[in-house]
């Protein structure tokens, strides 16, 4: 300070600097603990809800009808007048069309929709999933039978968000793009129980498969007809699989690692399916049935730890009866574990 004043500053401007410097030493020395990186995860759950495949919207005049083309390939044609609401009412105006494409297995993992009837692992030739909802901004008034305005008390109210379904004898036109066509496919409507989605075989769908030509460039697909809305799946049971060929694979989990959040999965090579295997919780150990001796498989692995640190397991397997398969898993960002789900395809 004595400095200061021999340079001849006025004592109300030192004590302006001093107080300066004060409040840049009491800044320097009150530092925010550092918040979590970006990329950690609570829980493995939240990675899958955070990376799951999105949802595409598209707006639809339902009196006329229209076709919808998924950011993936997927095909939707709905008729003219194909839509009604819970009670059968007709609809006309605008309504939104949801449409998730969910075509190979990552986006099956991490979506939480994996090819599973009952319990027996499917060979998925794609899923989707479409939703129909009136979109007018607000409520619809139709007329009754009996009159030619809309009368309040007798009319009948479609309120805007409403889901709405096909009508009776309406069939949707679909297509979805494939790499290799397997005439063993049949068609699936999935229900979802505690979470999980089950799949069973569809009533009443016809369909084919072939080359479609009026695109730009034609590929393979899978082209039927449906009265089905929410989640569909082109999917064939797996050849040796199910039957009496069937034989256990067990897995451990590496020593120390903690196991309250981890989730094993069997990938059948060169097929596209995926199925979990079970336990964990209070064990170690995991085991699934629904594999053959034989058969070349690979374990895929996912676990976060205490931290938010995302690991991962990719373990190619041939598979021995009976045999016991200690895991190695391996710190991984998000992006990683995305980037070999799709190298397995």
């Known amino acids: 300070m004595e400095n200061l004043l021999k340079k001849g500053l006025p004592l ?21 603990a550092p918040t979590a ?17 999105q949802s595409q919207y598209f707006t639809m005049d339902a009196s ?25 009412n007709p609809v006309t105006g605008n309504v939104k069309i949801e449409l998730k494409e969910i075509l190979k297995v990552k986006d099956m993992l991490l979506s939480g929709v994996l090819p599973v009837s009952n319990g027996a692992p499917l060979m998925s030739g794609g899923e989707i999933f479409i939703k129909v909802t009136k979109d007018n901004g607000g409520s619809q008034r139709l007329a ?19 889901e709405l379904v096909l009508a009776d004898n309406t069939l949707i036109q679909v297509q979805i793009p494939a790499d290799t066509l397997i005439n063993t496919m049949q068609l699936f409507q999935g229900d979802i129980y505690n979470s999980s989605i089950n799949w069973t075989v569809m009533a009443h769908a016809q369909w084919w498969t072939g080359s479609i030509s009026d695109f730009e460039s034609p590929f393979k697909s899978y082209f039927f007809t ?34 309250n959040d981890t989730k094993l999965y069997v990938y059948y090579n060169g097929i596209n399916s995926i199925f979990p295997f079970f336990g964990g919780s209070n064990t170690t150990g995991y085991s699934t049935y629904e594999v053959v001796n034989g058969m070349e498989v690979t374990i895929i692995g996912i676990s976060t730890n205490s931290n938010g640190q995302l690991y991962s397991c990719f373990m190619p397997v041939k598979v021995v009866a009976g045999e016991t398969v200690t ?3 391996n710190e991984c960002t998000g992006d990683e574990f995305k980037q070999k789900m799709d190298a397995l395809q």
Not at 37 to 53: L, M, R
Not at 64 to 88: E, M, Q, Y
Not at 146 to 157: G, H, L, T
Request: aromatic residues 6%; glycine residues 8%.
């Open 144 to 162: 009754t039978a009996d009159s030619i305005a809309p009368v309040a008390q007798d009319s009948i109210v479609i309120p805007n968000g409403a």
């Open 327 to 329: 895991l190695v898993f």
């Open 226 to 259: 449906c009265h089905q809305l929410n989640w569909i799946n082109v999917d064939s049971f797996m050849d040796g699989v199910n039957t009496n060929t069937q034989c256990g694979l067990n897995c451990t989990l590496p020593e120390g690692m903690e196991n």
């Open 37 to 53: 990186a970006h990329g950690q995860y609570s829980s493995v759950n939240d990675f899958f809800s955070k990376n799951s495949v």
């Open 12 to 32: 109300l401007a030192i004590v302006l600097v001093m107080m300066t410097s004060a409040c840049k030493k009491e800044k320097k020395d009150s530092i925010t």
């Open 64 to 88: 006329n009808g229209a076709t919808i083309v998924g950011a993936k390939g997927s095909r939707i044609t709905f008729p003219a007048h194909a839509l009604v609401d819970k009670s059968g």
